[in-house]
């Protein structure tokens, strides 16, 4: 079985969160490749009394600089990483670095699956039917009408190959429940989208349909998706504060607190983005997970974990196959 | 003190909600006149053993037919409400009825305030420090880049106005802090916002902002602001839910249950939209707000008031002598 390549420099937490958590996937059966400073990551694994392969890559795009960077320093960590699934060395990658620099260089290292105009990223949100997958969280402030349709068609392979969901629904995220109402992107994707024979399109959906679970795939633009996916974790968060804060607003509350204590703790993780770990940017030739810079070795190492299974499920053929059937 | 209008026919709960909305307002001391059907609207006071002075309507737009109609129907409960804004009768209107026709309706009665482009709407959402206060929540699915400087403008106004904060800080959303992060309408917004000596603009806002309160004013197309809107609502309705259940899945939960409802219930009520009533439609000449159609008497009654305090603080006045300021 061939290695996750993890950016073991990227994130803030690094080097000591992605050695925890890669250690931690390892232990859970998912081979793992550290890449980075190789003395770095030798001295990171013996203070954390593990052991793991490691591939050199002499250079780091920092958090500050562009990601065009990744043309210039071909040492970074992370083209190293991409070049070792290009090379067939490994099954995916694995980076909580500079997200620009990530997809600059997957998408120059690895490239685009044929029908691909522009990789997108595919967020997981908690819904009351399970998850719903948003795609474009990010990869593309401005979009024309037939991304949204690859982005569909992507998530779709997504939410069938990875979590085996059964013929996923699709919902364009508008402003209104019909066909008229939207933005001029919206308005324009919406007949492709319905004419699509191998989407199963359910029609707009709203905010509101995002955590209620209406549909299984949510189709956007990366500039939306990513307010949305940023305010869906922001608000859980407030919400969470605030209900800690009620728990602790009165003293006959506090003594229900401590019966009600680990009921909530459940609820919490569900909400954590570290459940979800990373991020896949689709339509690449290669898995890659893009994650937050704040990870912590959980987020790592779910994040290796769901980069293994996206290799295992062979994520990309079947994006391929998907898109290679007429419209 | 002249009344504030209400369009007692419109919404899902008609006319049993808006009359008994409007009479609680009523005996809250906020002057109210209902328009509709008198004949109905007679027998429903009756009903709740109420008294208020009625402006007969013999029409009504209903949710499926389209907007425009207001031009047809002159004789529908939101034209004739308007109208008594426009003879000086009554001091504002409120609808939860159809909101595309009433935005119609107050657009072609009550005409733009000099300098406004597009009228917007405003939403409050909780947010840890208070309320932040949305604009464009859903009236301009696409815009130009000066018009997310007016909507700027009004926000600004309409939080001094109302809610007396001092020099509100105005954020504009986008996918990244940094001025170069975002799409197009956002690039191109970004430097006029700068360049506005009457606004005290943070610079760019992402998704999480929302609920975190970072600016008290977040500037957004309406596309964006409705999606946003959408879920921030969806999303607290959900996390409740998840929070009712795990307070009853276990019986060590249920016992604590008992001892949290009280401070639990104060926060739910806290993040309920009916606790704003409606959604002014800003840079009309005349208060006119937008409810949810689902509204219930609660709502109503809030709505009823913030209309009439929009109306104490000459809110429309104060937008005027805004946007007349040198930018």
């Given amino acids: ?5 993890l950016d073991a420099m990227g994130g803030d937490h690094a080097p000591h969160a992605t050695v925890a958590g890669a250690l931690s996937a390892h232990r859970a059966g998912v081979p793992v490749v550290l890449v980075g400073d190789a003395h770095v990551l030798k001295e990171e694994l013996e203070r954390q009394g593990g052991d793991l392969p490691i591939v050199h890559a002499p250079e780091v795009i920092r958090m500050e600089e562009h990601a065009t960077e990744v043309r210039r320093k071909r040492g970074a960590s992370i083209n ?3 070049r070792l699934v290009k090379d067939g060395e490994a099954s995916g990658v694995v980076s909580m670095g500079h997200s620009g620099a990530t997809m600059a260089a997957a998408l120059f290292g690895l490239g685009r699956i044929r029908g691909v105009d522009r990789p997108a990223i595919l967020a997981e949100i908690p819904s009351e039917r399970g998850k719903t997958y948003l795609i474009d969280a990010g990869a593309n ?3 024309r009408p037939g991304f949204l349709v690859q982005f569909a068609v992507m998530g779709t392979a997504y939410a069938e190959a990875v979590d085996r969901v059964m013929e996923p629904t699709v919902g364009l995220l508008s402003i209104g429940e019909e066909a008229e109402k939207g933005n001029e992107l919206v308005l324009a ?3 492709l989208l319905r004419a699509h024979s191998g989407l199963r399109f359910y029609g707009n959906v709203e905010g509101r349909d995002v955590t209620r679970g209406t549909v299984d795939v949510i189709v956007t633009d990366g500039f939306t998706g990513n307010v949305v996916l940023k305010l869906a974790e922001g608000e859980a968060r407030t919400i969470f504060r605030w209900v800690r804060e009620a728990l602790t607003s009165s003293l006959r509350a506090r003594l229900g607190a401590l019966l009600v204590k680990d009921a909530l703790r459940a609820l919490a993780r569900r909400m954590d983005p570290a459940e979800y770990g990373a991020m896949p940017l689709m339509g690449v030739t290669g898995p890659v997970f893009i994650g937050h810079g704040a990870s912590d070795a959980r987020a790592v190492e779910n994040a290796l974990k769901r980069a293994f299974q996206m290799g295992q499920v062979h994520l ?9 059937q007429p419209a």
Avoid: G, I, S, T
């Avoid at 079985?1 to 390549?5: N, R, T």
């Avoid at 990309?316 to 290679?324: A, G, I, P, S, W």
């Fill in 1 to 5: 079985m061939k290695p996750v390549a």
């Fill in 80 to 82: 190293v990483a991409v």
């Fill in 141 to 143: 402030a401005d979009c």
């Fill in 189 to 191: 994707a919406h007949p």
């Fill in 316 to 324: 990309v053929e079947r994006v391929k196959d998907r898109l290679e």
